[in-house]
Nanobody
Framework: QVQLVESGGGLVQPGGSLRLSCAAS????????MGWYRQAPGKRRESVAS???????DYADSVKGRFSISRDNAKNTVYLQMNSLKPEDTAVWYC???????????????WGQGTQVTVSS
């Protein structure tokens, strides 16, 4: 069984910064893509940023230039540095990973429980 645990959410003023972390644990042979999604009230969950095991990154247009995703493969952890936060970044933020639990198993998609980020003055 694989688990993702997020941390780092909270309340921040517009223009401020937060750093989200997500650590994977359990039966892990390899992790392919890791990413961050967000879901605002009344809206669909959307992809914000992703990073492959080799470090290739992708960002939603709404966060390019403001957010930076990184990962520590040795710790099975992904980070999201969020700068210049805006009220529209307010959402529940979820970590996501594509994991191969064992050398012989198929890849599975795992989600974290979510962490609230609120940007407000």
């Amino acid at each position: 069984q694989v688990q993702l645990v997020e941390s780092g959410g909270g309340l921040v003023q517009p223009g401020g910064s937060l750093r989200l972390s997500c650590a994977a644990s359990g039966s892990i042979f390899s992790i392919d893509v890791m990413g961050w999604y967000r879901q605002a009230p009344g809206k669909r969950r959307e992809s914000v940023a992703s990073i492959t095991s080799t470090g290739s990154t992708d960002y939603a247009d709404s966060v390019k230039g403001r957010f930076s995703i990184s990962r520590d493969n040795a710790k099975n952890t992904v980070y999201l540095q969020m700068n210049s936060l805006k009220p529209e970044d307010t959402a529940v933020w979820y970590c996501n990973a594509i994991v191969r639990p064992t050398a012989l198993s198929s890849k599975i998609i795992v989600w974290g429980q979510g962490t609230q980020v609120t940007v407000s003055s």
